[in-house]
DNA sequence: GTCTATAAATGGATAGAC
DNA sequence: GTCTATCCATTTATAGAC
């Protein structure tokens, strides 16, 4: 009931942060339950006592994780914001993924487990991906209704912006391979997604 | 050394063809060689004569898998091609991904254990996306030195295409939700994809 | 609630016969 | 090469004292 667990964390806080840690290093089926309490400095039975089983425990964790790293677009996407600016602010909120080791960790681990919890499978659906595309979706419609742009699905288009400046810097770095590009190369493929994807919708 | 093996599998293929079924139901973790020398129908003994340990069998299987099936791009994109036929035949078979059930298991289980397993994101991505975004790119540069096309950077380009019809079918479906997109639907997404980056780069 | 100690089961890997 | 049987470490989960 206490919010101020900074200075005194419980034991089940102990645990939930051990838990992050080392199910988004090692997944689910390498983490033992005695490296966790081993981690969070307790024992193994007070886990058992927060938690019925390590599968709950996963669950609880990562599910908290999805909520907490979840699309946090503010509202940005006002209708009358021009869409060059638009879509650079929205695409400057997306290029998280990539940036932040802890997403990028939890996009795998949920994607690895999610045929074994398919609840976590759309938990990060919900909480990450679907409110982002809603969210451009809607304001690509506008633009459509308002002459400025000319989209057939403007919901696939939203998807298809996003697969463009995720893919070509997610996908490298969620295999592991070649280098992390710079800043300034990501801002330049950033520019060209947008150039492209304007000039490709904008109405004649 | 007899190329005929599916008469007669020898024990060894029995194993490889478990292991390939298995590891991509259930990842590394919670796939035992107990069950793996069940459905195999050998002995564990068996198992670990034609393989050191569980480690450079399930490296050797999913590396196999990779080569297997990779990128099968023929030379279809000639420089000759128009545009909009070469962008069709290229997303064409880029979405493969989406439809084979094995290639999007695949997919998920290199992607969980690329960390533990460096290999296997490196041998993905040099059978699979490296040599499409590499075919994609030498043609996209080349349409830039005809005049035909206006792109600053082929190779970012090209990753930005493969991610606009990756992304919308592929990540769901990945992730476990919604419901599969009716064929039509996919031909609809791709067809506003190349529109989309056609327009987008068509020279002036 | 928390700990130490342990139960019960399963994991990877091996021994020795054939 | 192949099998049955087994070893040993580790795992999840629990018992009982404090």
Same mark, same amino acid.
């Given at each position: 009931m206490n919010e101020i667990t900074a200075c005194t964390p419980s034991k089940r806080d102990l645990i939930v942060e051990a838990a992050k840690k080392l199910f988004l290093e090692g997944?689910?089926?390498?983490? !033992?339950m005695d490296a966790l309490a081993a981690e969070a400095g307790v024992s193994k039975r007070t886990v058992y006592s927060h938690f019925d089983n390590k599968e709950s425990l996963f669950g609880a964790v990562m599910v908290g994780l999805c909520s907490e790293t979840g699309c946090t677009h503010p509202?940005?996407?006002? !209708?009358?914001?021009p869409p060059e600016q638009a879509l650079r602010e929205f695409a400057s909120n997306m290029v998280g993924l990539v940036q932040a080791p802890e997403e990028r960790d939890i996009f795998r681990v949920v994607l690895a487990e999610s045929i074994q919890f398919p609840e976590l499978g759309e938990a990060f659906w919900s909480y990450g991906p679907e409110p982002a595309k809603q969210l451009l979706t809607a304001y690509l419609s506008e633009q459509v209704k308002r002459g400025v742009l000319r989209i057939d699905d403007a919901a696939t288009a939203a998807m298809q912006f996003i697969g463009m400046i995720k893919w070509p810097h997610c996908m490298p770095e969620l295999f592991g391979v070649g280098t992390p590009a710079s800043d300034e190369a990501r801002q330049r493929a950033l520019d060209q997604a947008i150039s492209i994807f304007l000039e490709g919708t904008r109405a004649k």
């Open positions: 997944g689910y089926g390498t983490t !033992s509202s940005i996407l006002v !209708s009358d914001t």
